[in-house]
């Protein structure tokens, strides 16, 4: 199955618009509640963002988390999902060092499967700004390009791969994930 060819197209205004929802949304769970915030969705490239596929591989992400956090015996305060056309996500607020939720969303984020994973890990500081926890600023790798291995935004900025390069790359991943059902 090839994960670009079903779906609804988005349109670049879509995606804009569920951007600035998303940060409304984060910032009043943030006012609302003192943890950590994981805001996670799936790194999809190209026109279309949602499709059972895509939802299948969210849900892999989602149930990684879940169990991470177990494991971590961390106190999830709450959680809320949207479905949009512009792809799945999940909030999820932790009671949780947002330095040690980061190290535990990249240890998610790693797998093979995970390269398609976007974890950002957000909380209030004491001058009540929100900010995202980076990888480089606790001594983590930097995301990786789904053709080269270079640093992803790098390629990313660059346009150094074409769309059909990057799907190729990301339905080979995908054909050796045994986690994916097709």
């Not at 291995?149 to 045994?178: P, T, V």
């Amino acid at each position: 199955m090839d994960l670009f060819n079903s779906g609804k197209h988005v349109s670049l205004e879509e995606v804009l618009e569920n951007r600035e929802k998303r940060a409304f949304f984060q910032q009043k769970l943030l006012e609302r509640y003192s943890g950590s915030l994981v805001s996670f969705n799936c790194n999809i490239p190209g026109p279309i963002k949602n499709n059972p596929m895509i939802k299948q591989i969210f849900d892999v992400g989602k149930s990684a988390l879940m169990i991470k956090l177990r494991e971590n015996k961390v106190n999830v305060l709450m959680s809320k999902e949207w479905d949009n056309v512009t792809g799945p996500e999940l909030f999820l607020v932790a009671d949780i060092r947002p330095s040690k939720l980061k190290k535990l969303t990249v240890q998610i984020e790693e797998t093979t499967l995970g390269r398609l994973f976007d974890m950002d890990v957000l909380f209030k500081e004491t001058t009540e700004q929100i900010r995202s926890v980076n990888r480089q600023e606790l001594g983590l790798p930097v995301r990786k390009c789904f053709v080269c291995e270079d640093e992803a935004k790098n390629c990313g900025r660059s346009r150094k791969h074409s769309l059909e390069e990057i799907f190729h790359s990301i339905n080979k991943m995908l054909e050796q994930e045994e986690t994916v059902l097709y």
